[in-house]
């Protein structure tokens, strides 16, 4: 039979023996991060100066200087739209790096800002779930790179709310930006239907830029028709020029 001496020894040594892996652990990943930083430093996705993290310190306060979530005014009636910044300058450089060159970790800051904004401009808003506008792609959407997908998904994990599929877009369309506004409205008409009814669900779309809205208010529509409450969200605001 042990005696208790020998099971406070026992459970002594199992003590020293955890803290000992613990800061070993500690050490060996400061190490690993230093000479990560040594060999392979990260750049800032803003100034893309080598730097310790994704974005640095100075192009966050200036991030956080530029950041005004407001409604934007959208020429579409009833659509309630936040946007955090002007779409311009270091704003427009993150998101064509993020779009069009597939640059994920810029969705990290982006999505950020975005659920910072939410969080300001749709306090007093119920939101039940957050969803995305969907890509075509032979009828398997949004199995390819889809920013604004990625853009929900980190947002909603950001605010704590699930995320879900609740559009598909059910034809391709030509691209939206080199089209005049009256053609941006023509061009997504019938495009997207929903997956589902959301009867009385709170619904929040979640995308890079808004210009003339004309997206949003089709996806929007498609969700009232289906039951639901429906408020967007993006990243910035632009008009067309
Ligand atoms: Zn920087």
Known sequence: MLNICTICIIIATCHIWILLYNTTMTALNLIKKYLNFIFFPEKCVVCNQKKHNYVCDDCKN?????????????????????????????????????????????????????????????????????TFVPMFLNNQDDLKYNHSKILAEQTAKKLGLPFQKCLRKIYNNEKQHNLS?????????????????????????????????????????????????????????????
């Open 181 to 241: 506004f009256y053609e941006r409205q023509k061009n997504v008409k019938g495009v997207y239907n929903s997956v589902d009814k959301f009867k009385d669900k709170h619904i929040l779309i979640c995308d890079d830029i808004i210009t003339t809205g004309a997206t949003l208010f089709e996806c929007k529509n498609e969700l009232k028709k289906a039951g639901a409450n429906v408020l967007c969200a993006t990243v910035a605001f632009t008009t067309l020029h």
């Open 62 to 130: 200036h991030l956080n200087d530029i950041f005004n979530p407001k409604i934007v005014d959208s020429t579409q009636k009833g659509l309630a739209c936040m946007a955090c910044f002007e779409y311009k300058n270091e704003i427009r450089d993150m998101i064509h790096q993020f779009k069009f060159k597939n640059y994920k970790k810029v969705s990290l800051i982006l999505s950020d800002f975005l659920s910072l904004g939410i969080r300001k401009v749709f306090k007093t808003q119920k939101i039940d779930l957050v």
